[in-house]
Structure formats: structure tokens, C-alpha cells
């Protein structure tokens, strides 16, 4: 419930039907002014709550700063920190509703390990004896190419920079990764590519001070809903920017754009190239910043060329006026912010066009500069951290896998020999991972904070991957879910609220979110799972220490201060203390505001890819380039996406987010308001197809694809003709049932925008 | 003149090595990057193929068997498993060299004869055969500790 009293609004707001809550205009410039967004339990009232732990909101990438309520030892609700730069005191409804309620319900509180085919309940002894016995005859066996772990967005800092340690430096395998692939893998390759390293470089003031907003494939009202309300706070005060949005569906945030295009699904790069030869053609370039700044303006103009307003519009089915008119704003308008999401990041040729936003800002200079910038969207709250911890597919520090100098630092900060740290290739990305373990070379899997059985594409193959009798699994959740159903060993972890630690939010803003309450009965924080498998397995340095030297939450922040220091994301300024207020960004309010870009030979985070097939730049032709702080220009030719729509499958089906769920809806089916506003999935399709099809509102249709179907009502609206749109949270008539197993060449991002479908009534 | 020769082998080879491209995406549909890019890096082959038309026009071109039989000997039917994906790459790799020093080859008769437009169309090529080359050697590097040590069978 919005707080009324405090800031003038004399009614309460429901957050249901009113996702961003009332406006509190703001022109140009002006401060965001705040509004405390609260909802405690039914029956509890401010004066009631015994203390306000200070956290942040783990429900999207934005990362509002709040306070959790606690009574009694139990969370009872949640309200928006006023002074926080993010959110200025604002929660959305997943937030208001879904950070909290989930926490007594139907919880995970003593590990399960499978006995003659069932789950049964077991002590911690008993089930980290079998997961290290597994280990350990595995690591004798085969060696650490047998161990894959496979975690998540929305573990904190901490627990994925000790996951990074475990796995590359006491066991060794290159096989880690988060499904942060499916998420974000594309906004860091694609910021690697340009800039040479992650890290966005815009922040959230930049909405304040813009003269134009541009969202690429990002349903922001929907996925980001505080950021939304900040963006609608400046179209409704004075001097709003003018908004464009690239988005096969008419969303709300489309709606209120000036300029809507809607290409087909994977013709993003046709579009981009389009966007960047108009620009390009009507003089709108800063040959002075791209002269000092860039590498490869002669190939991105030859490139580009041959896109003119009539072939894009052909490709990507727009209509030119509208892409020469998008063009002009970019062009012309003082301070452009760009964010940029699934709709580019999980479609085809996703890291190509992702760089072509980079290259628009860069060709105009308009980039670390107040109002002017990029922001690679996150998707989930703390995917940044797994990108910084290496707990994904890259190493510790935004560190070069292919720089030995950068191996050997971590080498000598862990004490181990570089050879334990695998850097023969880019470390193994989730879709090769499961692709091991479904040829059988993977045969222990941990899985933490995520649910493949749901969030993977073609589920019917990931469930036969999990029941393989010859792969362990080992599932670490708060909640049991259609993965820890699969899975040999499940062990109960803590959630938000129930652990401390910090996590860094889409504009690189850390916040600490601290313990309010116990966990349930003998779950564990996942740092401490973590922890305890280091120690069971006896893991050692070079000198016979355990490898492994903290034993909580602060000790791994500052092992990880240590490990960051002098890279681009280096946290060695912060510290819980100083985060005790509220959050603060790494690396400064903007990234490059010197114009110098992460780009040297010896410091950058990769030596970058081919943008049409994925192959590595080699050492020495990156270095040939040198770039020395320059970025790159990278260009690529449209190519036609790998599925088509046919005559056996004539509809595009694309999957996405509703506003009211957060991934795999562990937390938010347990929210009765969130549940309710949303208990099942649907297809959405266009009114002129509906008719097509003979079918209305609310019947039942059977979607397919090659790879399997699923039965759900129908919605008429925002889809373009031709193409469908299907919710993916759904553990039930799963979206995951008719994708396909096809990933992006240089992020390896899963191509969730394009299944070709068919569609009857039942 | 020889050139003519050097013509029809690269013609050959360019065609043996985009059947090749083909066929490795043909046998390992489930590795779908393999399938994919080997799909998209046929098709710029059929490309340069195009492009050494108007050259075979000027200078003719005599056929010889070589990089068929090379084709012929490697690629009677694509493998299956960890290794036999690594050895197809492999093979692809060697075929792609192939092409690529035939491509040097006709490039150094292109600067003797002074013909710009068949430089210009050696460089562009001479690059599409360095992604090739890149491509497949990021790939083999990528899977060959996990073929050779872990794979089962």
C-alpha cells in the first residue's frame, strides 16, 4: 500500500491495478522527488514493527532500497528507502507483495536426499557426505572436467565470489555458469565487445536529464516497474523527452513512445544497421570523438550501407518513415539514454545488435556524459555480481581468460598454481554445460538459486538431462520446484532477509542487504553451503591452508575487495559500514566520462569476438589494433534467423515476463496479490489473427512447436500479426516446452524470441 | 599460364568445402552452434564462389581433382560423440587451410598481373576464410580438453 499521509495523496493506491503508482512530476534536471511505497502484513501497523532491517529489493535488476519489517522475529513487510538514489522510496508490486510473503511458506528446512526413487528428509551430515563422496570419486575418476555448477541471479556477492574460488581454484573446472546466460550473457558480451570490459556505463539520474529515451527489445513498465515510474514522472512534468521503443508488441512502454517500431523478431540487426546508416547519411556523426575515441568507423559505414529505410522496411517489416523518424531523434536530440533488453538480448544475433546501440552513442559521442548514455540492462537483481565474481562464464574481476598475466594474479591471490585455474578456453557457458552432462562427460551437476526444469529451453529435453541415471545432481533451494524434484541431493537454503550480504544492481549501484530474521529450521545461507563443502572437501592453497579463508558474509566481501582491486569493477572503496546507509555505485556515478574505455591490451576483459560466428580475436590481432582506450566499432551483416515461420508452423512465438512474476514464481505464487492478478499462463495474439483462427478471448488453444505444445487461453492485444507472445514464469503449460536449443554465437544466450509455432483451438 | 589451373582448384576446393561446411551441420544437429554456423559459413562460400565467376571468365579455368579427392578421403560420412565432432572440425580445418593458401596463391598471380578487381576480391575472400579458420580453431580449442579426458565411449 502507498503511504498517503506522509507525501499528500489522501487515498491508498492498489498496487494491482496501478503498478507504478501515482505520479510525482519532475522536469528536466530536477531532483526525482520521493514517495514511500509500504505494505506490511494484514493486521500490522507501522507502530507494531519491532525493528526496520535496511536492504534492497531482490524482485528485478533495478534494486530498490527498502527497509524489511520485522515483528516478533518474523518478516512482516516491506517498505522504500526515501533517501535511496535508485528508487526514492518507491517498491513495485513484486516488491510490495513478493519479497516478503514467501518467506513461511512451504519452505525447504532439512535436506533430501533420493532413496529408492523418492526424496526423503535427512540431516546435513548425511547429505553432505553423499554430495563429497560423489565429488571426490568423480575428481579421482575423470578429473574436474566431471563437475559442473550451475547457479543464478539472485545469490549475493559474497556467496558467488566463494562459489568462483571453489570451483576454479579448488577443483578446477571450467564448467561454471549462471543462468544469468539466459538473462544478461548478452549486455556483457556486448559491453566487452565495444568497451573491453562489463560494467554499465549510464546511471539512473541519466533518466532524469535526458532529452531522449531509447528501449530496445525492454518492456521497462513491465520488468523494471520503479524505473518505469521515473521515466513516466518525465513525460508527465516539463520538458519530456521524447521516447522511441523497439518492440514486436504494442507494451505499455510502447504506448507511450512518440516513435513505436515493430520489427519482426530476429531481424534486430537489419533494424540497427538501418538506425545507423540514417544517422551516419545525415551527417549526424562527431568525427572529432570518433576520429580520437573509436576503432572501425570505415568497416561500420560499409557495413551499414547497403540498409536503407526501404530494405530495412522489408527486413523488419517497419515502416520507413517511422525508422528514419527514430533516426532523426537520436540524431538530433542533446542527451540520448539507451537501455537495452531481452527483446535484443535473447533474439538472434543478439550480442550484434546489442553492440549496434553501443555504436549509435558512440558515433555521437554521446556516452558517460549527464543524460547521455548506455545501460546493457540486467535482467535479475545480483546478475552483475555474477558476472564480477566468476561464478559465471568469466573470471574474477572482469579478468581475461586469454591474458596469462591476469591468470597468474588470481593464481597468486588464491595461492594456488595457475595451472589449477582452467584458461585454455572461454570458460564453459550453460548450454555447453548441459550439453555435457546430457552426453554424459558432466556427471555432477550443482544447481543453486534457479530453476532449469522451468527457465531452460526445450524442458522436455532438460527433464530428460536431470533423470539421467549417470549425472548427480545436487539442487540448492528455498523452495522445492520442478527441479529439486529431479534432482539426487536438494539442500535448504536461506532466502533475502534471512542472510547478509550485498549485490549490485543494473547501474552498478551495491547495496547491503542485512539478516532480519533466522532462517526455517536447518536451512542455511547459501554461503555457508558453500562454505561447508569447501571444508568438507578439504580443499588446500599451495602452502597446505585452506583454500577457502573467510567464514562469513564480511570476510568474503573483503577477500573479494581484494580480488577486485585495480580492475574495472574494483569495490575496495566500499565496505559494509559505508553501505550501511544506502547504496552507492563502483567505478563512480558514470563509467568513461574521460572517454578512455577499458580497451589496453593488458587491462581489458576480453580480446573479443567475430559478431557473426563467435570465433576469438587471437592475442596478437587484438593487439595489432591497438586499441589503447579506444572502443570498438564492431559491425555485422543481418543474417536470417535459424527458424522461420513455415507452413506446418506459420506463427513467431516469443516468450517474456508478466508484471507480476518473477522468474520460476517461487516467491510470487506465494504473494496471494500477485498470484491472483496472474495464476496461469496464456498466448497473446493479434485481433486479426484471432479472427484467422476463429478463436476469442479466453478459449483454449494448443500452441506447438517441433519440440513439444502446450494448452492455454487466449488474450487478444499487442502482438503484431504473426507473431505470439507466451508468459514464461509458468512451471505448469510451460513456454520452455515449445523453445528451442539455439543460442547467440558470442554471449551463448539462449534465442527465447524465436520458436516458429502453431496454433488451434481445443 | 597457369593461373587458369589455380582457378579451377580453388573452384573446387571453394565447392568441396561448402558441401563440407553442410554436411558437418547435417551430422551434428545436436551441437546447434556447430549446425548453425556451419550453415551461415556455407553460404558465404557459395558466396566467393559467385564472386570468382567474372575472374574464371577472364582467365578460364582448368579443373583438377585434389581438394575433391581431399573431400572425398575426409568426409565419406560425418562422426558422432566428443571426438568424432572434434575430428569433423578438424577436417574442416584442414580443407579451409586449403583453400586459404590457394587463395594466397592466386592473390600473389593477382598483384603479378596487376588485376585490381581480382585483389579486391582475393582480400575479401582471403578474410572470410580467416573467420572460417577462427571460427573452427575457437571451436576445436573449446572442446578438445572436454573430448579427450572426460567423453565417455
Same mark, same amino acid.
Given at each position: ?762 | ?17 561448402? !558441401?563440407? =561446411?553442410? &554436411?558437418?551441420?547435417? #551430422? ?12 551461415? *559459413? +556455407? ?29 572425398? !578421403?575426409? =568426409?565419406? &560420412?560425418?562422426?558422432? #560423440? ?12 584442414? *580443407? +579451409? ?52 579426458? +572426460?567423453?565417455?565411449?
Amino acid at each position: 500500500m502507498f503511504r498517503a499521509e506522509s507525501f499528500g495523496y489522501r487515498h491508498p493506491v492498489d498496487r494491482i491495478a496501478d503498478v507504478w503508482g501515482p505520479r510525482t512530476p519532475h522536469g528536466r534536471g530536477a531532483d526525482w522527488p520521493a514517495r514511500v511505497d509500504q505494505q506490511l502484513a494484514d493486521g500490522v501497523s507501522e507502530s507494531d514493527v519491532d525493528r526496520w532491517v535496511p536492504s534492497a529489493c531482490v524482485l528485478c535488476s533495478n534494486g530498490c532500497g527498502c527497509d524489511i519489517a520485522v515483528k516478533d522475529g518474523k518478516i512482516v513487510g516491506v517498505r522504500g528507502r526515501a533517501e535511496d538514489l535508485v528508487n526514492r522510496g518507491r517498491l513495485g508490486p513484486k516488491g510490495l507483495f513478493g519479497s516478503w510473503q514467501a518467506h513461511g511458506k512451504e519452505r525447504l528446512t532439512r535436506p533430501l536426499v533420493r532413496r529408492g526413487g523418492e526424496l526423503v528428509e535427512t540431516g546435513w551430515d548425511t547429505a553432505m557426505d553423499l554430495v563429497v563422496r560423489q565429488s571426490r570419486r568423480l575428481l579421482e575418476e575423470i578429473g574436474p572436467l566431471s563437475h559442473g555448477f550451475y547457479t543464478s541471479g539472485q545469490l549475493f556477492l559474497e556467496e558467488y565470489y566463494t562459489l568462483g574460488v571453489i570451483g576454479k581454484a579448488g577443483i578446477g573446472t571450467p564448467h561454471m555458469d549462471g543462468n544469468t546466460r539466459l538473462c544478461t550473457a548478452t549486455a556483457a558480451a556486448a559491453l566487452k565487445e565495444t568497451f573491453g570490459a562489463d560494467g554499465q556505463p549510464a546511471c539512473h539520474t541519466d533518466i532524469d536529464l535526458c532529452d531522449a529515451l531509447f528501449l530496445y527489445g525492454h518492456n521497462m513498465a513491465a520488468t523494471q516497474t520503479v524505473m518505469w515510474a521515473r521515466v513516466l514522472d518525465r513525460i508527465e512534468g516539463p520538458d519530456r523527452p521524447r521516447v522511441v521503443v523497439v518492440d514486436p508488441r504494442t507494451t505499455p512502454a510502447a504506448e507511450a513512445a512518440d516513435v513505436h517500431l515493430a520489427p519482426l523478431p530476429g531481424t534486430n540487426q537489419a533494424l540497427m544497421n538501418g538506425l545507423l546508416r540514417a544517422v551516419i547519411a545525415n551527417g549526424w556523426v562527431d568525427h572529432d570523438y570518433v576520429s580520437h575515441h573509436t576503432l572501425g568507423f570505415d568497416e561500420l559505414k560499409a557495413t551499414v550501407e547497403p540498409y536503407t529505410p526501404q530494405h530495412v522496411a522489408e527486413i523488419c517489416r517497419v515502416s520507413p518513415a517511422g525508422l528514419l523518424r527514430a533516426a532523426e531523434i537520436f540524431g538530433t536530440s542533446q542527451r540520448v539514454l539507451s537501455t537495452v533488453l531481452q527483446g535484443f538480448y535473447q533474439s538472434h544475433q543478439a550480442t550484434a545488435a546489442s553492440c549496434q546501440v553501443n555504436n549509435l552513442h558512440l558515433l555521437r559521442g554521446l556516452i558517460g556524459k549527464p543524460g547521455s548514455g548506455v545501460l546493457q540492462m540486467n535482467g535479475q537483481p545480483t546478475a552483475q555480481n555474477t558476472r564480477e565474481a566468476g561464478a559465471d562464464g568469466d573470471l574474477p574481476g572482469f579478468r581475461n581468460w586469454d591474458n596469462p598475466d591476469h591468470v597468474e594474479e588470481l593464481a597468486r591471490l588464491w595461492n594456488v598454481d595457475p595451472l589449477t585455474i582452467p584458461h585454455w578456453a572461454p570458460p564453459t557457458h550453460a548450454m555447453q554445460i548441459w550439453r555435457y552432462a546430457e552426453q554424459g562427460s558432466i556427471m555432477f551437476l550443482w544447481i543453486s538459486a534457479t530453476n532449469p526444469a522451468v527457465s531452460l529451453p526445450e524442458l522436455a529435453r532438460i527433464r530428460r538431462i536431470l533423470r539421467q541415471d549417470d549425472l548427480f545432481v545436487v539442487a540448492q533451494d528455498a523452495f522445492r520446484t520442478e527441479t529439486t524434484e529431479l534432482a539426487d541431493v536438494v539442500l535448504p537454503a536461506a532466502m533475502w532477509g534471512e542472510k547478509t550480504g550485498t549485490f549490485t544492481n543494473l547501474s552498478r549501484v551495491v547495496h547491503l542487504s542485512e539478516q532480519a530474521v533466522a532462517p526455517p529450521g536447518e536451512a542455511r545461507s547459501d554461503l555457508d553451503i558453500f562454505l561447508d563443502y569447501a571444508r568438507r572437501m578439504d580443499f588446500r592453497d599451495r602452502d597446505g591452508d585452506p583454500l577457502i579463508k573467510w567464514t562469513d558474509a564480511e570476510g568474503a566481501f573483503k577477500a573479494w575487495q581484494e580480488c577486485s582491486r585495480g580492475r574495472p569493477c574494483d569495490y575496495t572503496d566500499l565496505s559494509y559500514d559505508k553501505l550501511r546507509g544506502s547504496g552507492i555505485p563502483w567505478g563512480g556515478e558514470r563509467l568513461y566520462t574521460d572517454s578512455v574505455f577499458p580497451t589496453h591490451a593488458d587491462y581489458c576483459e576480453d580480446y573479443g569476438h567475430d559478431l557473426l560466428t563467435g570465433a576469438s580475436t587471437t592475442p596478437t590481432d587484438y593487439k595489432a589494433r591497438r586499441p589503447d582506450g579506444r572502443a570498438f566499432l564492431k559491425a555485422a551483416e543481418y543474417t536470417p534467423p535459424p527458424e522461420v515461420p513455415s507452413d506446418d508452423y506459420p506463427f513467431i512465438g516469443t516468450t517474456g515476463r508478466s508484471v507480476y512474476h518473477f522468474h520460476t514464481r517461487t516467491k510470487t505464487k506465494r504473494a496471494p496479490e500477485l498470484q491472483k492478478a496472474a495464476p496461469q499462463p496464456w498466448v497473446e495474439i493479434s485481433a486479426s489473427d484471432a479472427a484467422d483462427l476463429g478463436v476469442a478471448e479466453g478459449d483454449l488453444v494448443r500452441v506447438e512447436s517441433s519440440r513439444g505444445g502446450v494448452e492455454v487461453p487466449v488474450r487478444i492485444g499487442r502482438c503484431r500479426d504473426g507473431v505470439v507472445f507466451l508468459p514464461f514464469h509458468y512451471g505448469f503449460q510451460a513456454a520452455n516446452e515449445l523453445t528451442h536449443t539455439e543460442w547467440d554465437p558470442v554471449s551463448k544466450q539462449p534465442l527465447y524470441k524465436l520458436s516458429a509455432v502453431r496454433i488451434r483451438k481445443v | 599460364m597457369h593461373l587458369a589451373t589455380y582457378l579451377g582448384l580453388l573452384h573446387t576446393s571453394l565447392r568441396s568445402l561448402a !558441401a563440407a =561446411f553442410r &554436411e558437418v551441420a547435417k #551430422g551434428h544437429g545436436d551441437e546447434p552452434d556447430v549446425q548453425h554456423t556451419c550453415t551461415v *559459413l +556455407a553460404s558465404r562460400i557459395d558466396a566467393q564462389t559467385e564472386k570468382l565467376g567474372p575472374i574464371v571468365g577472364r582467365y578460364g579455368e582448368d579443373r583438377e581433382d585434389e581438394p575433391e579427392r581431399l573431400h572425398t !578421403a575426409e =568426409f565419406t &560420412e560425418t562422426r558422432s #560423440g566428443g571426438v568424432g565432432l572434434l575430428r569433423d572440425l578438424q577436417d574442416l580445418y584442414a *580443407l +579451409a587451410s586449403f583453400t586459404d593458401i590457394t587463395w594466397t596463391v592466386v592473390g600473389q598471380a593477382a598483384q603479378g598481373l596487376r588485376d585490381k578487381e581480382l585483389m579486391d576480391v582475393v582480400s575479401s575472400c582471403e578474410q572470410d576464410t580467416a573467420r572460417q579458420l577462427a571460427w573452427l580453431q575457437t571451436r576445436i580449442k573449446q572442446s578438445a580438453p572436454q573430448a579427450l579426458i +572426460a567423453a565417455r565411449g
